[in-house]
């Protein structure tokens, strides 16, 4: 039996018993990482213990809009699994209707990464994380802090949810509460590994790419296109390398002058020289996970390259028009590159094999009311 499908049977088991309403089963089950030879399993925090329990109650506290304030979005609103868990808008919407400035991350081998969000360099941790969208009101995401009492009440009334927490937190006396809740979605996000890519199957030595995705490497990685400078290393992030903040958080030259409420880095630091830096995402499954860029201003991957072959992006008309690669924060690596239509063809084929299928399908993620 494969690792995936022996998890699947564990986690039916699990949840046999619980859905029975019998004693759940002894707690403590660990989770069993089924990783290629060049990842070593991620780091977890101190203290921090990646368990089936913990992660099965994480699975389905993301999908249930219960833990929004008004009952009406989950986790999973903002982040579809056969999107590559992101949810295809320009611009997310929150609970209240409120549309957030950002667009919605793809969520996928998140354990690895030293930083969350596009431009929060404090937010170390998927614990750290959680709290922003669950019960963060600037802007209301989830909103759960508004009617906390609610929620709990929810849960602790639910059958599944009565059984499956003491199991997850067998070491609590009253496991109802946000940090246990927050411990349990980061335990289940920490399970969302797509790594079953032609280009996985490629580094193994399990498989070959084709041709054109052979030539599309090469462009990705050449001095010329720098492509590999920022989405380094098997998860095609610097952020999932263990860098310094300097080496994964960029300006790329989107806008001559930045949005007030899309300035990157400097909503934190408030430093002249992090205006526009956003973190470098992840390119695992990025032709799922149209549009791209902190503010999904580019509708397909073609776009994206025509932007960074430009070294910036020209505004015309509106209140942001101006020339990108005149930012003087622009970082020097976005400098512009010329490609044939055979060269640009086949970075699109390479970006294409980064896409895990069975990831956008695998029922031991996926939604566990449906």
């Known amino acids: 039996m494969t690792p995936k499908l022996r998890t699947a049977a564990v986690r039916i088991g699990f949840l046999t018993t619980v859905m029975l309403g ?48 008004n009952q009406t979005q989950s986790c999973a ?17 929150g609970s209240t209707g409120v549309v957030l400035s950002r667009n919605s991350m793809s969520l996928s081998n998140l354990g690895w990464l030293s930083s969350y969000t596009w431009v929060n360099p404090i937010l170390t941790t998927l614990e750290a994380q959680g709290l922003v969208p669950l019960v963060g009101d600037t802007p209301p995401e989830l909103h759960a802090g508004s009617d906390l009492s609610r929620v709990m009440d929810d849960l602790r009334g639910d059958d599944y949810y009565r059984e499956a927490f003491p199991a997850a937190f067998p070491e609590m006396s009253d496991p109802f509460g946000i940090d246990p809740i927050i411990r ?24 070959v790419l084709t041709e054109q995705e052979e030539a599309g490497l ?21 952020a999932a390398m263990g860098l310094d903040r300097d080496e994964f958080f960029f300006n ?61 992006r020209t505004l015309t008309a ?31 084929a390479f970006l294409a094999a980064l896409t895990d299928p069975s990831y956008l399908v695998d029922s031991t993620i996926s939604d566990p009311f449906e």
């Open 252 to 312: 790329t030259g989107l806008y001559e002058t930045y949005p007030p409420d899309a300035m990157g880095l400097f909503e934190i630091t408030v430093e002249p020289s992090d205006f526009g830096r956003f973190r470098v995402p992840s390119l695992r499954n990025v032709a799922e996970s149209a549009p791209y860029f902190h503010d999904g201003s580019a509708e397909t991957l073609g776009d994206v390259i025509d932007h960074y072959a430009a070294g910036g």
């Open 184 to 207: 349990a979605l980061a335990g289940y996000q920490r399970t969302l590994l797509a790594l079953d890519s032609p280009v996985d199957h490629h580094l193994q030595g399990e498989g």
């Open 22 to 69: 019998g004693c759940a089963p002894a707690p403590s089950t660990p989770w069993v990482w089924d990783l290629p030879d060049y990842l070593e399993p991620p780091p977890l925090p101190d203290g921090v213990a990646l368990t089936l329990e913990l992660t099965e109650l994480g699975r389905h506290l993301f999908f249930d809009p219960r833990l929004s304030g």
């Open 218 to 238: 090469v462009l990705f990685e050449s001095e010329e296109l720098g492509c590999a400078s920022c989405h380094g290393g098997p998860l095609q992030t610097n």
């Open 77 to 93: 609103t903002c982040h579809e699994q056969t999107l590559g868990f992101s949810d295809g808008l320009v611009l997310s919407e």
């Open 318 to 348: 509106g209140p942001y028009a101006g020339d990108g690669s005149a930012n003087p924060y622009k970082h020097e690596l976005v400098s512009g590159f010329e490609l044939e239509s055979s060269e640009r063809e086949a970075l699109l």
